[in-house]
């Protein structure tokens, strides 16, 4: 599971050496990973005053916040608690389509966000006749293709390097739920429970909810239950509760254990 330091970070702050964590033992080798938040630099000493060609390369925040630590995975991150999302390229978004025109739908990340670009033909086998009508108000799950600081930022619903759409696309049905962005990379990790600490959503699957959810590091979250509204609800409140909570893992199965009593589910 992962920690966090009380030291807080502004952008710009070079993270001290004694505060990253050491490679697993079995590992000793093992290249630190760094997360959101962070980037290398690289220095080069001075000609003036060194006749080294050595370089030294240092780990720098440009986001606020303590650092979070994943000893087993040997990765450090700092946690989003930006109120704005800034895309980046290759993050998973949900966008909101707000009109189309010739060649593009033109999508919001985030209410008075500046518009994104969906090419009509970024969709698996997406063609003239067979792309996806899309309606104002239509829910896309993307991913961001390009975001540069004097360009529009460009979506799109397939994988670049396979042309498949990986569950990316138009999201029909379901509801929709405003989560922080630190929240969102937590349900974003590949091992939810052992590098971010949430358990609410397997707890509530083994006490038999069956729901589909799609998360977008933009700060929203689509989930869809086989139950109906009723449950499709349960489980999104249920989500906002721990996030708004900042509940830990008995906390939360807390939660799974309250709402799968109101469902009538679980035993």
């Known amino acids: 599971m992962s920690t966090l330091t009380d030291q807080i970070f502004l952008p710009g702050d070079t993270l001290p050496s004694t505060i990253l964590p050491l490679p697993p033992a079995n590992k000793p080798n093992q290249t630190l990973k760094l997360g959101p938040g962070l980037s290398t630099s690289t220095s080069h000493p001075s000609t003036s005053t060194s006749t080294s060609t050595s370089t030294s390369t240092s780990i720098t925040a440009h986001t606020p916040g303590p650092l979070a630590t994943l000893p087993k995975k040997h990765t450090i991150w700092i946690p989003s608690t930006h109120p704005r999302y800034t895309p980046q390229p290759g993050d998973r978004v949900l966008a909101k389509v707000h009109h ?3 060649d593009f739908h033109h999508c ?4 008075h966000s500046p518009p994104t670009l969906l090419p009509h033909l970024a969709f698996e086998n997406a063609s003239r006749k067979t792309r996806p009508m899309l309606s104002p108000g ?3 799950y993307a991913r961001v293709l390009s975001a540069g600081k004097n ?3 460009e979506l799109t619903c397939v994988n670049p390097s396979t ?4 569950g990316m696309g138009e999201l029909k049905g379901g509801m929709v739920f405003r989560v922080s962005l630190g929240m969102a990379e937590r349900l974003l990790m590949k091992r939810q429970k052992e590098e971010g600490g949430v358990v609410l959503l ?3 699957a083994e006490k038999g909810c069956v729901f589909e959810m799609a ?3 933009n700060g929203f979250c689509w989930v869809d239950s086989e139950g109906g509204v009723r449950e499709t609800l349960a489980v999104g409140k249920a989500l906002v509760e721990v996030d708004e909570g900042n509940l830990g893992v008995e906390g939360q199965r807390g939660v ?7 469902l009538g589910k679980g035993g």
């Open 100 to 102: 189309s025109s010739s």
């Open 108 to 111: 919001t990340l985030a209410p």
């Open 138 to 140: 239509s829910l896309v």
């Open 151 to 153: 360009t529009d930022v």
């Open 163 to 166: 042309g498949k759409g990986e």
């Open 202 to 204: 397997e707890g509530l």
């Open 215 to 217: 998360v977008g590091r």
């Open 256 to 262: 799974v254990r309250r709402v799968v009593g109101e």
